[in-house]
Protein backbone atom coordinates (compact mmCIF):
# COMPACT_ATOMS: atom_id res chain seq x y z
CA UNK A 1 0.00 0.00 0.00
CA UNK A 2 2.44 2.46 0.81
CA UNK A 3 4.52 1.73 -2.75
CA UNK A 4 1.24 2.50 -4.35
CA UNK A 5 0.64 5.95 -2.51
CA UNK A 6 4.42 6.68 -3.50
CA UNK A 7 3.94 5.51 -7.05
CA UNK A 8 0.78 7.91 -6.87
CA UNK A 9 2.49 10.54 -5.86
CA UNK A 10 5.13 10.38 -7.88
CA UNK A 11 3.04 10.66 -10.73
CA UNK A 12 1.81 14.29 -9.77
CA UNK A 13 5.36 15.51 -8.92
CA UNK A 14 7.03 17.73 -10.73
CA UNK A 15 10.27 17.61 -9.85
CA UNK A 16 12.63 15.73 -11.17
CA UNK A 17 14.20 15.70 -7.73
CA UNK A 18 11.50 14.72 -6.10
CA UNK A 19 10.71 12.27 -8.29
CA UNK A 20 14.12 10.72 -8.03
CA UNK A 21 13.99 10.78 -3.95
CA UNK A 22 10.62 8.58 -4.67
CA UNK A 23 11.73 6.49 -7.12
CA UNK A 24 14.25 5.68 -4.78
CA UNK A 25 11.84 5.30 -1.47
CA UNK A 26 10.03 2.93 -3.33
CA UNK A 27 13.21 0.98 -4.38
CA UNK A 28 14.28 0.39 -0.77
CA UNK A 29 11.40 -0.36 0.35
CA UNK A 30 10.75 -2.98 -2.09
CA UNK A 31 14.64 -4.24 -1.66
CA UNK A 32 13.65 -4.71 2.81
CA UNK A 33 10.35 -6.50 1.89
CA UNK A 34 12.28 -9.17 -0.06
CA UNK A 35 14.87 -9.32 2.08
CA UNK A 36 12.51 -10.13 5.21
CA UNK A 37 10.67 -12.51 2.82
CA UNK A 38 14.07 -14.41 1.39
CA UNK A 39 14.80 -14.60 5.32
CA UNK A 40 11.54 -16.22 6.14
CA UNK A 41 12.24 -18.74 3.38
CA UNK A 42 15.65 -19.51 4.27
CA UNK A 43 14.09 -19.86 8.53
CA UNK A 44 11.43 -22.32 6.54
CA UNK A 45 14.23 -24.84 5.32
CA UNK A 46 14.54 -23.20 2.08
CA UNK A 47 13.16 -26.57 -0.08
CA UNK A 48 10.83 -24.79 -2.06
CA UNK A 49 13.07 -24.07 -5.16
CA UNK A 50 10.15 -22.43 -7.42
CA UNK A 51 9.80 -19.90 -4.14
CA UNK A 52 13.47 -19.20 -4.30
CA UNK A 53 13.47 -18.15 -7.85
CA UNK A 54 10.92 -16.29 -7.47
CA UNK A 55 12.89 -14.77 -4.57
CA UNK A 56 16.04 -13.74 -6.77
CA UNK A 57 13.23 -12.43 -9.91
CA UNK A 58 11.74 -9.83 -7.31
CA UNK A 59 15.26 -8.46 -7.43
CA UNK A 60 14.18 -7.30 -11.06
CA UNK A 61 10.63 -7.73 -11.22
CA UNK A 62 9.58 -6.54 -7.66
CA UNK A 63 5.86 -6.76 -8.88
CA UNK A 64 6.23 -10.52 -10.05
CA UNK A 65 3.33 -11.90 -8.13
CA UNK A 66 4.17 -15.68 -6.95
CA UNK A 67 0.82 -17.36 -8.11
CA UNK A 68 1.07 -16.11 -11.44
CA UNK A 69 4.85 -17.75 -11.75
CA UNK A 70 3.58 -21.06 -10.39
CA UNK A 71 0.32 -21.30 -12.89
CA UNK A 72 2.52 -20.69 -15.49
CA UNK A 73 5.16 -23.52 -14.29
CA UNK A 74 1.91 -25.58 -13.97
CA UNK A 75 0.69 -24.91 -17.37
CA UNK A 76 4.68 -25.54 -18.65
CA UNK A 77 4.64 -28.87 -16.74
CA UNK A 78 7.54 -28.08 -14.57
CA UNK A 79 6.26 -27.80 -10.82
CA UNK A 80 5.51 -31.74 -10.33
CA UNK A 81 7.13 -33.01 -6.89
CA UNK A 82 7.35 -29.28 -5.98
CA UNK A 83 5.96 -27.85 -2.74
CA UNK A 84 4.42 -25.24 -3.11
CA UNK A 85 3.37 -23.29 -0.11
CA UNK A 86 3.70 -19.65 -1.02
CA UNK A 87 5.03 -16.93 1.76
Known amino acids: MTCFLLEK ?8 EQQTRIENLI ?5 NSLYADMDR ?7 NLLQGAWL ?5 YP ?4 QEMEDQMRKS ?11
Open 9 to 16: HWEYSLKE
Open 77 to 87: GGTSGWSSTAI
Open 63 to 66: ELAY
Open 56 to 60: VARTH
Open 41 to 47: WKAGGGK
Open 27 to 31: RTIQL
